[in-house]
Each structure stands twice: as structure tokens, then as C-alpha cells.
């Protein structure tokens, strides 16, 4: 599994961004996969989480109703789409891969990491 992540950028407060993540090694189907972000000056914190199926999705308190995560197997690649954006989404957001899960928000489950994108939201 190599994970890459992109389509971060700078937007303003109140706008989209849609983010991807993509497996080059072509095995993304059988991973259940997260996006996780980290801040300036804070822990890295969990986002959303969907199944390797698509099946089952999770979110954090802070994002629900504003992102969407979906995955296009066949593609190899994982979204997180990003709607009203503030400018406390603004932190480097990561995508991580793993084959055995039980809490999809639980960052210690997961076994491949991306390097990370940067997000920033302008007030």
C-alpha cells in the first residue's frame, strides 16, 4: 500500500475543497481507510473513516454534516469532500490505510500512512 494524498489548498471561510487520496499500489479495495488532520501546535485528531466496502462511514463531532468521505474502489482512491470550511479546519490532513479495524477513528489501528496535504481556510 502507498498511499498519496492531495488536493489541498488555500480557500476562503464558507468554501469547498475536495481532497483525495489515492493507493498506488493498487490494493485500496481491501483497506479500510481515514483521514486524520493535524494543526500548528496540536495533536493530530481523527476526521472520517470508511469502510473497505463503502459501506459504513464514521465522522468526528466537528465535521458532521459539512464532509463527506467516499471511495471509488476501482479507482483506488478515497475523498473527503470539505463543505463550509472554517478557518479551524486549517491543518495538514492525512490519509491512512488499514486491514483490520475496530474503532475507525482509533489512528493507533492504522497501519499506512500518506504525507499528508495542507488545508488552509482564510477568515
Known amino acids: 500500500v502507498q498511499l498519496q494524498a492531495s488536493g489541498g489548498g488555500l480557500v476562503q471561510a464558507g468554501g469547498s475543497l475536495r481532497v483525495s487520496c489515492a493507493d498506488t499500489?493498487?490494493?485500496?479495495?481491501?483497506?479500510?481507510t481515514g483521514w486524520f488532520r493535524q494543526a500548528p501546535g496540536k495533536e493530530r485528531e481523527f476526521v472520517a473513516a470508511?469502510?473497505?466496502?463503502?459501506?459504513?462511514?464514521k465522522y468526528a463531532d466537528s465535521v458532521k454534516g459539512r464532509f463527506t468521505i467516499s471511495r471509488d474502489n476501482a479507482r483506488n482512491t478515497v475523498y473527503l469532500q470539505m463543505n463550509s470550511l472554517k478557518p479551524e479546519d486549517t491543518a495538514v490532513y492525512y490519509c491512512?490505510?488499514?486491514?483490520?479495524?475496530?474503532?475507525?477513528?482509533?489512528?493507533?489501528?492504522?497501519?499506512?500512512w500518506g504525507q499528508g496535504t495542507q488545508v488552509t481556510v482564510s477568515s
Open positions: 491512512a490505510a488499514a486491514t483490520i479495524i475496530d474503532d475507525m477513528s482509533n489512528q493507533y489501528e492504522y497501519e499506512y
Open positions: 499500489g493498487r490494493s485500496f479495495g481491501n483497506y479500510a
Open positions: 470508511i469502510s473497505w466496502k463503502g459501506g459504513s462511514t
